[in-house]
């Protein structure tokens, strides 16, 4: 078996480059280890209710995941959160409302009132005085996101605004994440604007929205997205094969020899790497060895999830909005984050009453459990937990006597770490990669967290197909 192109992956990136490739007219196979495609896009049933077991969103920011699934039929199938409720952001000061106009919990208006509300007075003062900083400080190459936002903006501002953001979507330490991996438009725009205020209030003008709305999903679960692009490739001629890991990669004169788990030795003059870092550093030590150690160390962070089916009238008033991050050392909570997803999207709601019609008020809360250096607690007893953390964060009493049904996730390779050094040492691989036009590395460790910027990373100049006009070993894309 063999094919123009060869993808090994079959996450979000690894389809999307598959369906670049097939619109090109070459033929496509594509190799996923698990059982099914999506990645950490994936869902699972719950009390027979169909739950996002991984991302549950998108970013709206750019309009490209709309516009994907507009062209993939699912125009329909796009909602979007519920309007009013805004998040939370839980710390040692309580539970406040997450401010408006705010990008990575950096405020664009430091002194308004609900970013006093967490900050108290002297943080809100500190991080006033921001624009009228040195644009130089915190601004070096390889800093970290702790150095930048404490230097610019105080502690508080940190730990408080800042520490949730990064722990709870990215699950990473903002001690050990460099800044300009984690948050490139505020890198630029510091060194544009001179401020990381000023520009918040570029980039956000005058929205009053919390980051927390700023995005769609799908009905009834993101699965909806991998499975579409599954079924465009079939359609169009292309071999996916799942439970299919890929063990090791050759390079000959003019082709990519992969072998498989089963033994198999495919060959392809066209080979898209949609691996984790680690894994595509191994497969490519003997067959390109200059580009696999080009590849940034980028460790995963392990998260485990409980989602909590619930019967719970107190939680009709939605007294989170649509859930809650959480700061680093929280007293008395250890999740990093909730999600009220009954809350959040409508849709959930209705489908847990018609799949649901003997509870009186049926909730879905989904809390996430693991930051960089702590130990995921144990699976025994988690549920518990859980209910307890979901307890404080809500401010509603939940036991037991409350819970319908519930499942433990656990994702082991989703999230990367973007250490000091990521954005400079990808800039060299991509120098690196530029001689071997007929080998793409693609993934969320290159084009960053989030289904957006996947898709961003996929539409951009250097993976379209303006270099690529047939398979060979001379032409093709980085």
């Given at each position: 078996?063999?094919?123009?192109?060869?993808?090994?992956?079959?996450?979000?990136?690894?389809?999307?480059?598959?369906?670049?490739h097939?619109?090109?007219?070459?033929?496509?196979?594509?190799l996923?280890?698990?059982?099914?495609?999506?990645?950490?896009?994936?869902?699972?049933d719950?009390?027979?209710?169909p739950?996002?077991?991984g991302?549950?969103?998108?970013?709206?920011?750019?309009?490209?995941?709309?516009?994907?699934?507009a062209?993939?039929?699912?125009?329909?199938?796009?909602?979007?959160?519920?309007?009013?409720l805004?998040?939370?952001?839980?710390?040692?000061?309580?539970?406040?409302?997450?401010?408006?106009?705010?990008?990575?919990?950096v405020?664009?208006?430091?002194?308004?009132?609900?970013?006093?509300?967490?900050?108290?007075?002297?943080?809100?003062?500190?991080?006033?005085?921001e624009?009228?900083?040195?644009?130089?400080?915190?601004?070096?190459?390889?800093?970290?996101?702790?150095?930048?936002?404490?230097?610019?903006?105080?502690r508080?501002?940190?730990?408080?605004?800042?520490?949730?953001?990064?722990?709870?979507?990215?699950?990473?330490?903002?001690?050990?994440?460099?800044?300009?991996a984690?948050?490139p438009?505020?890198?630029t725009?510091?060194r544009?604007?001179?401020?990381l205020?000023?520009?918040?209030?570029?980039?956000r003008?005058?929205s009053?929205?919390?980051?927390?709305?700023?995005?769609?999903?799908?009905?009834?679960?993101?699965?909806?997205?991998?499975a579409?692009?599954r079924?465009?490739?079939?359609a169009?001629?292309?071999?996916?094969?799942?439970?299919?890991?890929?063990?090791?990669?050759?390079?000959?004169?003019?082709?990519?020899?992969?072998?498989?788990?089963?033994?198999?030795?495919?060959e392809?003059?066209?080979?898209?790497?949609?691996?984790?870092?680690?894994?595509?550093?191994?497969?490519?030590?003997?067959?390109?060895?200059?580009?696999?150690?080009?590849?940034?160390?980028a460790?995963s962070?392990?998260?485990?999830?409980?989602?909590?089916?619930?019967?719970?009238?107190?939680?009709?008033?939605?007294?989170?909005?649509?859930?809650?991050?959480?700061?680093?050392?929280?007293?008395?909570?250890?999740?990093?984050?909730?999600?009220?997803?009954?809350?959040?999207?409508?849709?959930v709601?209705?489908?847990?009453?018609?799949?649901?019609?003997e509870?009186?008020?049926?909730?879905?809360?989904?809390?996430?459990?693991?930051?960089?250096?702590?130990?995921?607690?144990?699976?025994?007893?988690?549920?518990?937990?859980?209910?307890?953390d979901?307890?404080?964060i809500?401010?509603?009493?939940?036991?037991?006597?409350?819970?319908?049904?519930?499942?433990?996730i656990?994702?082991?390779?989703?999230?990367?770490?973007?250490?000091?050094?990521?954005?400079?040492?990808?800039?060299?691989?991509?120098?690196?990669?530029?001689?071997?036009p007929?080998?793409?590395?693609v993934?969320?460790?290159?084009?960053?967290?989030?289904?957006?910027a996947?898709?961003r990373?996929?539409?951009a100049?250097?993976?379209?197909?303006?270099?690529?006009?047939?398979?060979?070993?001379?032409?093709g894309?980085p």
């Amino acid at each position: 078996m063999s094919g123009d192109v060869l993808v090994i992956g079959g996450g979000l990136a690894g389809l999307l480059a598959a369906r670049r490739h097939q619109a090109a007219g070459r033929r496509v196979v594509l190799l996923e280890a698990a059982d099914e495609v999506g990645g950490a896009i994936a869902a699972q049933d719950l009390a027979d209710c169909p739950i996002n077991s991984g991302a549950e969103a998108y970013s709206i920011s750019a309009g490209a995941v709309d516009a994907l699934a507009a062209e993939l039929g699912l125009e329909e199938q796009i909602v979007s959160p519920r309007e009013g409720l805004g998040s939370r952001l839980v710390s040692a000061a309580g539970v406040h409302r997450a401010p408006a106009a705010a990008l990575l919990g950096v405020p664009a208006r430091p002194l308004a009132r609900d970013v006093r509300a967490v900050l108290g007075w002297p943080g809100a003062l500190r991080a006033a005085l921001e624009p009228l900083l040195p644009a130089r400080l915190g601004s070096r190459d390889g800093a970290t996101v702790a150095q930048v936002i404490q230097r610019r903006l105080g502690r508080r501002v940190l730990e408080r605004l800042v520490a949730p953001v990064i722990g709870g979507v990215h699950s990473t330490d903002p001690a050990s994440t460099e800044f300009a991996a984690a948050a490139p438009q505020l890198a630029t725009g510091l060194r544009e604007h001179g401020s990381l205020v000023r520009t918040v209030r570029h980039l956000r003008g005058r929205s009053t929205s919390s980051a927390g709305t700023r995005v769609h999903s799908l009905a009834p679960t993101m699965a909806a997205l991998p499975a579409a692009l599954r079924e465009q490739l079939l359609a169009g001629g292309a071999l996916l094969r799942t439970g299919t890991p890929a063990t090791s990669v050759e390079r000959t004169e003019h082709t990519w020899r992969v072998r498989t788990a089963g033994g198999e030795h495919l060959e392809t003059a066209h080979l898209v790497l949609a691996c984790p870092p680690d894994i595509t550093r191994d497969l490519l030590a003997e067959a390109a060895p200059a580009i696999s150690t080009a590849i940034p160390q980028a460790p995963s962070a392990r998260v485990r999830l409980v989602a909590l089916l619930l019967d719970a009238p107190a939680l009709d008033a939605f007294p989170s909005g649509t859930g809650a991050l959480v700061a680093p050392g929280t007293p008395g909570i250890r999740a990093k984050a909730l999600t009220h997803a009954s809350a959040k999207w409508e849709h959930v709601a209705r489908q847990l009453h018609e799949a649901l019609p003997e509870l009186t008020a049926p909730h879905l809360v989904r809390l996430s459990y693991g930051r960089p250096g702590e130990e995921l607690p144990d699976r025994e007893g988690l549920v518990d937990l859980a209910l307890a953390d979901a307890a404080a964060i809500l401010r509603t009493p939940l036991t037991r006597k409350h819970l319908h049904d519930a499942a433990v996730i656990d994702w082991d390779r989703a999230m990367r770490q973007r250490l000091p050094g990521h954005r400079a040492a990808l800039t060299r691989l991509t120098e690196t990669l530029a001689a071997e036009p007929t080998l793409e590395l693609v993934g969320s460790w290159r084009s960053g967290t989030g289904i957006d910027a996947i898709l961003r990373a996929e539409n951009a100049p250097t993976t379209s197909d303006s270099a690529a006009t047939s398979p060979t070993r001379k032409e093709g894309n980085p």
